[in-house]
């Protein structure tokens, strides 16, 4: 593929850059943590979004060291925040099916918390269901090494995939982050406020936390107010923004 050289070459001109998007408290409205998504400053076409070589990072191998990168970055940031005495948030890195499935993601995560020195209790790593689905036994197992380095672990898109629900109990997921696509029309007086409630349900029952994603009107918000959703991120709150923006953000409040 045409991109894969300029990917290759983006990734040594450090042309990654992470961007950030608050997680919200959505009874207080304070920020909890931040989701890091990856952008890629391209010197000929801009600003690139993920959708647009993501699928070539993966199908290239080229994602295991954008991956590393990422997190790498992340949890440099996240120290760098700390330093800087603004409050302790969470930060969330997603991470790809193809990096999760490498004998060697355990040794890369454990290497970059011990090299950064960032609190693993703040790091969640986002899998997405059908990552983890793939291949269950091994999943679970790989999860359960994540653990005991101390990181989070939220499960990316719930809903699109199909993980059933007994997996959900045995495996150590900590959080479910419901997929927008449910939370669009969640106030349309269809199913997808139906499935939103007894995922939030669900999910409490289960003592794991639950984030709604891609809240972007008031509506939204009051409905998952109304089923005691805990979290939730979304263009309402604040799309992701630079790493210096989210900090003025973290400092001043949304
Ligand atoms: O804002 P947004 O366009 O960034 O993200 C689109 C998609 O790209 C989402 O599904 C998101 O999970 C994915 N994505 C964003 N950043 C990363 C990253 O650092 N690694 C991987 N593997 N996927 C990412
Ligand atoms: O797949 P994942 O959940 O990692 O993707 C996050 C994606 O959702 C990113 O592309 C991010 O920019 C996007 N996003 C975040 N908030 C909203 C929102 O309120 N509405 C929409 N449409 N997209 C959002
Ligand atoms: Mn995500
Ligand atoms: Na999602």
């Known amino acids: 593929h045409f991109i894969e050289g300029h990917l290759r070459q983006a990734l040594d001109a450090q042309e990654f850059v992470l961007h950030y998007q608050p ?18 400053n391209s ?5 690139v979004f993920p959708p647009d070589f993501i699928t070539v990072a993966e199908d290239s191998g080229l994602i ?26 969470s930060i969330a890195v997603n991470i790809s099916a193809v990096e999760f499935r490498r004998r060697d993601f355990l040794e890369g995560v454990r290497s970059i918390i011990e090299g950064t020195g960032f609190d693993p209790g703040f790091l969640q790593l986002e899998i997405t269901e059908s990552a983890l689905m793939q291949d269950a036994k091994a999943g679970a197992a790989i999860l359960r090494e994540l ?19 007994s997996y959900l109990k045995q495996f150590p997921i900590d959080i479910l982050k419901i997929d927008k696509s449910f939370v669009q029309d969640i106030d349309g007086g269809n199913d997808d406020g139906i499935i939103v409630s ?5 999910g409490n029952s289960l003592k794991k936390r639950v984030v709604a994603e891609g809240i972007e009107n008031a ?36």
């Open 219 to 254: 509506a939204q918000l009051g409905f998952l107010h109304g089923l005691s959703c805990e979290e939730g991120q979304g263009y309402l709150f604040s799309r992701p923004v630079t790493s210096d923006a989210l900090a003025h953000l973290l400092a001043n409040g949304l």
């Open 198 to 202: 007894a995922v939030i349900a669900m």
């Open 23 to 40: 997680l919200v408290n959505l009874q207080s409205g304070r920020i909890t943590g931040a989701e890091a998504l990856l952008r890629w």
């Open 147 to 165: 653990k005991k380095l101390g990181v989070q672990i939220a499960l990316d898109d719930f809903g699109t995939g199909y993980s059933s629900l």
């Open 64 to 89: 295991v060291p954008i991956g590393r990168w990422v997190l790498l970055e992340a949890c440099t940031q996240g120290r760098r925040w700390l330093h800087a005495g603004l409050p302790p948030v």
């Open 43 to 47: 010197a000929d076409r801009g600003l």
